[in-house]
């Protein structure tokens, strides 16, 4: 007999699939249990297309909106991927599903939640999450093909740039909106999606 969580997990799936996202990113939300993530006191709600607290005032964000900042960031399988502001680890398991064979580097300004996604994401060989309190991405391990930010910038940051590779992809929030910006040896090509919100990203 199915459970009510199961039931929930299912209908969020459907619902992403339904909204037309590839399906080697169902599959990863498929694989990844969400709960695993959150709070305990949170855990009925883990598969609600919601943001939910994940402690230290931040947030893990709604699974559609992460499903579409991730259909932007277009993985190929064997990248090297960063993520800034990697929380509670939810998203580094998601990138880990969808690209088994790369490398896929988390940094956390918050030390709590680097120790708490480290225990989470101790079974997955290709993740390592840092932390960072006092600069923004991992230039010591840069050039990454893929840089995906969690939190809103108040602009893009030009650091973040300089640590993509040639033909690289930055997706991030900044204010209200999400921006995919490509590095071309002829300069950046930005696109912008209206109508998101996230924590603020907080710089070193």
Sequence with gaps: ???????????LIEALRNQGFKENM???FEEVEREEFVPDSYR???YENIALPIGQGQTISQPSTIA????????QNGQKILEVGSGSGYVLALLSAINPKGKIIGTERIEELVNSSKEKLGEYKNIEVFYTPNFIGFEKHSP??????????????????EQLKTNGVLVLPVL???MRVEKTKKGNKVQSYEGFAFVPLVKG
């Design 26 to 28: 169902i599959k990863a």
């Design 44 to 46: 009925s709600m883990a």
């Design 176 to 178: 209200n909106s999400i």
């Design 144 to 161: 990454f093909d893929r840089i995906l930010v969690s939190a809103s910038a108040q602009e893009i940051p030009q650091e973040l740039i």
């Design 68 to 75: 579409f900042m991730l259909e932007l960031l277009n993985v």
């Design 1 to 11: 007999m199915m459970t009510n969580q199961k039931k929930r997990k299912n209908n």
